[in-house]
């Protein structure tokens, strides 16, 4: 039994609706062969009509100056005469019959040129629909995808560093409630992981770089000394890199560019490698109406 996928269900609507728009199109080239069958025998049978008239005519011409009577040749144009109204009668029928055959199978093909008009205006329709299904979704995304990441940057330099205290110690969330007492944020670092690796292993190569360089020209003084001893807790690297106890306050650091440039970079590049498994995992966001009401929780993507 054929399983029914997505993807098979839209290749069988295209299939359905390439059948029948070929069934139409056959039915109309099957209609205008046979319109075109019926207008060739209705115009052979007035040619017929036609050349058996002249015949009468002739016949009644010739039989009326015939100035011997009794003869086989007036027995035969008589025949012509006679037998003319009869004959005009049965050829009259059949171009008649003809005609009426004709302009059935015109209505016919006009029904079915219109169906394919309107079949076609309809496929149109639904194209474009789904187009704009597509796009509208995609636009939403990119919007979602933007906001996101513009969030998570925000978070990272500005609300996950408040997670580590005056000591130094890293907490496991941190409340952040609006002036009027309305709105609340609570941000939670259990699920904050490195996932890219390669900005991780640039960053301690700088901050290395950056030891390296400052160890060969001046002794560390005690303010250098606690700088590197932070950096040594960065990260805990296993199989990939994942967060140490240091990382929050490294990441609060003011570092000048001009004057520590690959710390700076160090700690760009860790911000940018900082992501969460899941969004709502480490932010809750909520509202309340009035100060003694209860918190309610604002939804999230």
């Known amino acids: 039994m054929k399983t029914l996928t997505p993807t098979n269900a839209r290749k069988e609507a295209k299939m359905g609706v390439k059948t029948r728009l ?83 199978a015109e209505e016919k093909l006009q029904k079915q040129r219109i169906a394919l008009a309107q079949f076609v205006e309809q496929t149109v329709g639904l194209t474009r629909a789904t187009d704009e299904i597509v796009n509208q979704v995609f636009v939403y995304n990119d919007a979602v995808v933007q906001s996101g990441q513009k969030r998570e940057g925000y978070l990272t330099a500005h609300v996950f560093s408040r997670l580590v205290d005056d000591q130094g110690n890293l907490r496991s969330q941190i409340t952040f409630d609006s002036s009027d007492g309305l709105r609340r944020v609570v941000a939670m670092v259990n699920t904050m992981t490195i996932v890219r690796s390669d900005l991780a292993d640039e960053a301690m190569k700088q901050i290395q770089q950056f030891f390296g360089r400052f160890q060969q020209t001046t002794p560390m003084d005690a303010t250098m000394q606690a700088l590197y001893d932070l950096t040594k807790k960065l990260l805990v690297e296993k199989i990939s890199h994942k967060v140490g106890p240091d990382l929050y306050r490294f990441l609060a650091v003011d570092f000048d560019p001009a004057t520590l440039p690959e710390l700076a970079l160090a700690q760009r590049l860790l911000r940018e490698s900082i992501r969460s498994e899941k969004t709502t995992s480490y932010i809750r966001l909520y509202e309340r109406l009035n100060r003694t009401s209860k918190w309610m929780p604002v939804r999230q993507i």
């Open 22 to 104: 070929d069934g139409i199109r056959r039915a109309i080239k099957a209609g205008e062969k046979e319109l075109e069958k019926l207008v060739r025998k209705e115009k052979r049978s007035r040619e017929i009509w036609t050349k058996a008239y002249m015949v009468f005519i002739k016949a009644g011409e010739i039989l009326a100056q015939l100035k011997v009577r009794g003869t086989k040749k007036e027995e035969a144009l008589r025949k012509v005469v006679l037998s003319w109204r009869t004959r005009t009668v049965e050829l009259t029928q059949e171009r008649d019959e003809l005609r009426a055959r004709i302009r059935e």
